[in-house]
């Protein structure tokens, strides 16, 4: 563990920080002087240094310095300890790259500025001591505690599985002889659990038979020491650590104790066999009858089921049989006992499934090994399932990140496809435009010269036509001026594509009563009556705002020639965002028709009923969506349509 150096030439000053850091936890070193301090920085590990500025032979600016210059030690934190007049006198510029504390210090302040600097200290190594001698283990704790190491304490064998499960050791020492359980047996435990199989395990023992070491290895020990001398205890246990690298983590559930099921109809046969398991370390629950023994699987789990043969009522093969067709209890290690060794038994019963069978004269030895090796089996089928699971999970982790790295590249070809497609579209668009506007501009010369050509035949020679000729050229005249509206609403509709939109206030209702004043004043007699919601408001380019009523407006004034009385109405309707509309009570159209309104020169009505260029639409559409907004129609025929459009503030 990396120390914590003090430096200061006050013997009480190293002694009260050694005192707090060391009851906090950390590792420290003292020094009285900048040489020692020199040493200890050269040949052990440290995380911070607590530097006060006298020093005998030497100057505490210096050693800063020193560190500071050095290229390994550059960057160790430093904690000075200074007075006031030695900060604003001698420290200078090294405060800017350490940290300090005015003396007289508080102790409480130094731990605090500490753990800021550093953080809390690491958790020491923990080694469980299993004995039931309060002495020795008292004994073996403090000469523990002087090696770095802290310490857990079990007084029997039982305690010591169980704290196992709390402390997560780096370490165990177990004695080999206790009440309750041989220090073998809970090192055979211990090992049967996948995350202490390599934690190391020491057996303790005052024996002195020669086999003695043999069984404690077999047992699954890394080691075997004498109990008469702990400095030899430590030193062995820190040897044991060094050929460790990492320490598994135990849980409480993995380490609880393993619980058997004996089901037996003989009373007295229960208790010794249950005494005897008590001893090995084993949660013992009996069952006088197979009927009992069910009962009690379908209201708690076991780890393995000890069953008599030969019971009154359901006999243990029967009781076998259902056992191991219930998927709930099919995989406890279950052994049949008997007092009968003939063949036929033996063969009956494992083709019941009984896992193993064995004879009650064979002796306890022999049916505790029986138990531990069902147990060790289960314990490696469980282990080598979970693998077989965590296989198949990364398989199918694999396969999904194949699928997504696969979706992400389709997804990655389809957009690059798509922004092409968007650029050839937006091109094509570009030259649909300029061709447009270049075949609507290059058309008005020859248009104007048939016009005005046409007219001067009128103006000079009108005496000289007859009927007919005359109405030749008043057809050229018309068709002239048709013509001309065409090629001015391409050029409008052109013109509304390309240019810009300056977003600013515009009032819709002002800008539809001055269309309104204007229609009317080109048609005096009409009876009409016109309705425009107040304050309608938005932030769009006030021209094309302009141009869009014209055309709405427009559209709603020549359709509604026919009727008595013209209702027009310019409103809004509050929805998930505001949507205004123009509404007449003319002519109408069927709603089949209403996708290809806005389509141009798509018309639904003769010239002969209403005269237009079918673009007022079309154009209506390009400006609504130029500002981010939606357009769409309703209507019936004879009974009026509804335009509705919608003009976000931002696109």
């Known amino acids: 563990m990396a120390a914590v150096l003090i430096v200061d030439d006050s013997p009480t000053v190293r002694m009260d920080l050694t005192d707090v850091l060391e009851a906090a936890g950390y590792h420290v070193i003292a020094c009285g002087s900048a040489g ?79 753990r800021e600097l550093i953080g809390s200290p690491p958790a020491r190594d923990v080694v469980l001591v299993v004995d039931a001698d309060d002495l020795f283990r008292a004994r073996l704790g403090e000469a523990l505690a002087h090696a770095g190491y ?3 304490f079990a007084a029997s064998g039982q305690e010591g599985i169980a704290q196992a ?14 009440p309750d359980i041989e220090g073998a047996g809970v090192i055979r435990r211990l090992r049967l659990e996948p995350a202490l199989r390599t934690t190391p395990c020491l057996l303790l023992t005052n024996a002195t038979a020669k086999d003695a070491e043999v069984r404690a290895l077999e047992a699954g020990a890394d080691g075997y020491v004498g109990k008469g001398d702990v400095d030899l205890i430590v030193a062995r246990i820190r040897a044991l650590q060094r050929s460790i690298t ?58 393995c089921i000890l069953l008599d043969r030969s019971m009154a009522g359901m006999g243990g093969v029967a009781t076998c049989k259902q056992l191991k067709q219930d998927a709930a209890t099919r995989d406890i290690p279950l052994i049949i006992l008997t007092a009968s060794e003939q063949r036929d038994a033996v063969i009956e019963g494992l083709a019941a499934g009984a896992d193993d069978f064995v004879s009650k004269a064979s002796g306890f030895d022999v049916l505790a090994a029986r138990v531990q090796a069902q147990l060790r089996r289960k314990q490696t089928e469980d282990e080598q ?3 077989r699971e965590q296989l198949l999970r990364s398989q199918l982790e694999a396969a999904e990140a194949r699928a997504a790295k696969e979706l992400a590249e389709t997804r990655a070809a389809l957009a690059e496809e798509l922004e092409r497609a968007n650029v050839e579209l937006a091109q094509a668009n570009r030259e649909l435009e300029a061709f447009s506007y270049s075949v609507s501009h290059d058309l008005r010369a020859p248009l104007r010269t048939i016009s005005a050509f046409t007219q001067a035949l009128v103006e000079d020679l009108s005496d000289v036509f007859d009927e007919r000729a005359r109405d030749y050229t008043r057809r050229v005249l018309a068709a ?19 240019a810009p939109i300056g977003r600013h206030r515009v009032d819709l209702s002002a800008v539809a009563g001055l269309v309104m004043e204007d229609l009317v004043r080109r048609d005096p007699a009409r009876t009409a009556v016109c309705n425009i919601a107040r304050d309608l408001v938005v932030s769009a380019d006030g021209r094309l705002m302009r141009i869009l009523l014209e055309n709405l407006l427009g559209n709603a004034w020549k359709f509604t020639a026919r009727s008595a009385v013209a209702n027009i109405e ?29 389509t141009p020169f798509h018309r639904l009505h003769p010239d002969s009923d209403f005269t237009g260029t079918g673009i007022g639409l079309a154009t209506v559409r390009r400006i609504v969506e130029r500002h981010g907004g939606r357009i769409w129609a309703e209507g019936a025929v004879g009974a009026g349509a509804k335009i509705s459009f919608t003009v976000p503030s931002e696109r």
């Open 246 to 303: 990492t320490i598994p983590q135990v849980t409480e559930g993995v380490l609880r104790p393993k619980r058997i099921l004996t089901v037996d109809d003989d009373r007295d046969y229960l208790e010794v066999l249950a005494g005897r398991l008590h001893k090995r370390g084993y949660d013992v629950s009996a069952a006088s009858s197979g009927e009992e023994a069910i009962e009690q699987l379908a209201k708690e789990g076991v780890d």
């Open 385 to 387: 399932r979970a693998v």
């Open 36 to 114: 020692e301090a020199r040493s200890v920085l050269r040949t052990q590990p440290v995380m911070l240094v607590i530097l006060g500025l006298a020093h005998p032979n030497a100057d505490g600016i210096e050693l800063l310095d020193a560190i500071r210059r050095d290229q390994v030690l550059g960057t160790l934190p430093v904690l000075l300890l200074a007075s006031a007049d030695d900060v604003s006198q001698r420290v200078g510029d090294h405060i800017a790259r350490s940290d300090y504390l005015g003396r007289p210090y508080a102790a409480d302040r130094v731990l605090a500025r500490v």
């Open 150 to 152: 802290a310490t857990a």
């Open 570 to 598: 310019l409103g809004i309707e509050a929805r998930d965002e505001p949507v205004f509309f123009v509404r007449d009570n003319g002519a109408g159209f069927e709603m089949s028709q209403a996708a290809r309104l806005f």
């Open 165 to 178: 499960a709390l402390a997560h050791p780096t370490a165990i020492a177990v004695d080999g002889a206790m």
């Open 480 to 498: 002239s001026a048709r013509m001309s509206d065409l090629i001015e609403a391409l050029l409008e509709l052109s013109r509304i594509s390309r």
